[in-house]
């Protein structure tokens, strides 16, 4: 067995970004970049007013200054005359600020006397405008390459005048589950079956994470339909097999692949729950076997498929974002493979506290669904107290 560190090290070296494509920004949020996003405009293109009041020359600002109103400017209408000393123009928010001008008294500083105004005594010192380029310039650098698009980020690529952007294909990863004691949810189930589960929960990560996952059928335990349903599946960008992948009569996914080039890269992994893992290329097509166990699929999923689908985006190898968490009770030691525990994260205080479940049983998928984070136990790791830190990865807030 090799280190769950070496195994995701591997795995990481047969993934490579897919290729790429052109979509409307509105399609765009959890897409990775392809290319650097320069900016093609300036914003604001020009002196725009932060507040609504009047536009003056600064110089001329003190208190009880009387100014005489000279015209008026909103967004969208600029005023084009030019004030002479001692005028102002009336402004609105995000209107031009006139040629000249260069502080904005804002309303609430001053009293309106018919077609002149009266500053008050106790003026805001703050001038109330925003220079041209003060978020950002013509030819700026604003996103770099491999950036994963957020709602922000659609909002600077708008702003910036970009309708289009090139992206990264979202990865396409093929899911098959196999065994013949596995049914479709809402199908009947035969005598020693189970509903099979995994298939579903790992589509939804892949999803959640930008990809996108095709469910082929269920593959039985036989060669023929299994060796059909691979050549299907590896025609993606990511082929994923979920069980048949141990030493047992009836575990027939390496026999089957290997008649078909499968090059194994390794074959399992020193972790709790999730040993029988295998990784390669079935042809030129990556390939990751998960166990069957659907906990253990579960957890493989977010520690190794994960950071693949990350490469797979172009968005680089990401990894499962860890973080102290204090100890809520007393645990043992642990044994000879890292484990990966499924507990509940609290914080309290700035302070984050981590209670794992009693039961780590790996047949207990409702206790995954419970659980708001994976507490990480190294290999041979000492019993720990409560109060003493331990390393965590969030499945959700805690």
Known sequence: MISVEEARARILALMAPVGRETVAITQAVGRVLADGIVARRTQPPFDASAMDGYAVRGAEVHPGARFRVAGEAAAGHPWDGEAAPGEAVRIFTGAPVPAGLDRIVIQEDADRDGDAIVLHDDLDPAPYLRRAGLDFAEGDALLSTGTRLTPENVALLAAAGHAFVAVHRR????????GDELALPGDPVGEGGIVSSNNFGLAALIEILGGHADILPIAPDEPEALRRLALEGAQADLFVTLGGASVGDHDLIRPVLAEHGLA???????????????AGRLGETPMLGLPGNPVSAMVCGRVFLAPALSVLSGEGARM????????????????????????????????????????????RLALLSRANSLMIRPVSDPPRAVGEAVDVILLENP
């Open 171 to 178: 990865p396409r990863v093929t899911l098959l589950a196999t």
């Open 264 to 278: 194994l890269d390794l074959y399992k992994v020193a972790m709790r729950p999730g040993k029988p893992l295998m």
């Open 320 to 363: 499962p974002a860890t973080r102290r968490a204090v100890l809520e009770t007393d645990i043992p030691e642990n044994g000879p493979r890292e484990h990966y525990m499924r507990a509940r994260c609290t914080a309290r205080d700035g302070t984050l506290s981590v209670a794992p479940f009693d039961s780590q049983d790996s047949a």
